[in-house]
């Protein structure tokens, strides 16, 4: 079974997670579209108030770690385009490569997260 998961922040990266357990010998991918993985949202305005100096202490696994730890494959900076339920195919930019690829799957994980809104 190969599972892709869409988003690799707080929920994804838990499901993952969670899925590795249940499931040791699928083929799981996660597809972040920014550079981190698993790092504290609720940290975030620690960061911003600069009570947290470091945004590397804001990081809960790497994709290193998420790698050794569970087996998982993590893309990050890979920016899902379109997904295609009917084939089960995904369309990908890799955003570091400047290249377009795609994925199929057998089941779909979402959790892409959400945009914060800028205070004027």
Avoid: H, T
């Avoid at 305005?45 to 993590?74: A, C, H, T, W």
């Amino acid at each position: 079974m190969k599972v892709v998961v869409v988003g690799g922040v707080a929920g994804g990266a838990s499901a993952a997670a969670r899925l590795r357990r249940l499931a040791e010998n699928a083929e799981i991918i996660i597809l972040e579209r920014g550079e981190y993985i698993s790092f504290a949202n609720c940290g975030l305005p620690y960061y911003i108030g600069e009570v947290i100096k470091k945004q590397d202490n804001l990081v809960v696994q790497s994709p290193e770690d998420m790698k050794k730890r569970f087996n998982l494959d993590v893309r990050v900076l890979n920016e899902v385009k379109s997904i295609d339920i009917e084939k089960k195919q995904i369309d990908i930019y890799d955003i570091k490569n400047k290249k377009n690829y795609r994925e199929s799957y057998d089941k779909l994980i979402l959790s892409p997260g959400a945009v914060p809104i800028k205070p004027p």
